[in-house]
């Protein structure tokens, strides 16, 4: 059975840093790409990051480029989300998500698994 357990998500004001971290079991993990996902009420999911299963390349949304930085440790089976610079639209619940490789890997529906989601608040 695979699981993402998602942890550290919190309240924080604008201008902090929260540091997320996703937990899998159950699936290959080095084998799999992972991203992060959010979504805020009322709006889409969005892509926010992603990594490939070697952790060789890192893609990030627009929205967070240059604030954010995706990472991975394959001996541990997690993957981590550091955010800076917070804003307050960068409240929403972020998801952990994995899939094969070979997909595309912006596109939340190409995504086989899914964690449970972590909220995350900013506060301005």
């Known amino acids: 059975q695979v699981r993402l357990v998602e942890s550290g998500g919190g309240l924080v004001q604008a201008g902090g840093s929260l540091r997320l971290s996703c937990a899998a079991s159950g699936l290959p993990f080095s084998l799999y790409n992972m991203g992060w996902f959010r979504q805020a009420p009322g709006k889409e999911r969005e892509f926010v990051s992603a990594i490939t299963y070697s952790g060789a390349s890192t893609l990030y949304g627009d929205s967070v480029k240059g604030r954010f930085t995706i990472s991975r440790d394959n001996a541990k089976n997690t993957v981590d989300l550091q955010m800076n610079s917070l804003k307050s639209e960068d409240t929403a619940v972020y998801y952990c998500?994995?899939?094969?490789?070979?997909?595309?890997?912006?596109?939340?529906?190409?995504?086989?698994?899914w964690g449970q989601g972590t909220q995350v608040t900013v506060s301005s």
């Open positions: 998500a994995a899939q094969t490789a070979g997909r595309n890997i912006y596109a939340d529906s190409q995504y086989t698994n």
